[in-house]
Nanobody, 127 residues
Framework: QVQLVESGGGLVPAGGSLRLSCAAS????????MGWFRQAPGKEREFVAG????????NYADSVKGRFTISRDNAKNTVYLQMNSLKPEDTAVYYC????????????????????WGQGTQVTVSS
């Protein structure tokens, strides 16, 4: 089992920045690809960003490319999502997810591919 706890959400004006963190505990010796997803009210959950276990391969949703950056520190068992130039449409609950994998280079973009999820952190961007 892997437990994930997100933090760093909050209320920010449009154009502002936030940095989300996702701390993993439990079976952290597992090789896990990580991802960030979000769900806005009345909308389906959507992929935001993914990172391989090695950290060498990244992927982003088109809507956040150039504004968001995913990174990880395996020594701290933590994944980050730096969000810049935030827009009101970025308002959502953001979830961290982990995928146990044998590959150090794979990332995943579909929610069903992930094995573990955090409880989410609210991000609200005011206009």
């Amino acid at each position: 089992q892997v437990q994930l706890v997100e933090s760093g959400g909050g209320l920010v004006p449009a154009g502002g920045s936030l940095r989300l963190s996702c701390a993993a505990s439990g079976r952290t010796s597992s090789t896990c690809a990580m991802g960030w997803f979000r769900q806005a009210p009345g909308k389906e959950r959507e992929f935001v960003a993914g990172i391989s276990w090695s950290g060498g391969r990244l992927n982003y949703a088109d809507s956040v490319k150039g504004r968001f950056t995913i990174s990880r520190d395996n020594a701290k068992n933590t994944v980050y999502l730096q969000m810049n130039s935030l827009k009101p449409e970025d308002t959502a609950v953001y979830y961290c997810a982990a995928k146990v994998t044998d590959s150090s280079r794979s990332y995943y973009t579909e929610g069903y591919e992930y094995d573990y999820w955090g409880q989410g952190t609210q991000v609200t961007v005011s206009s």
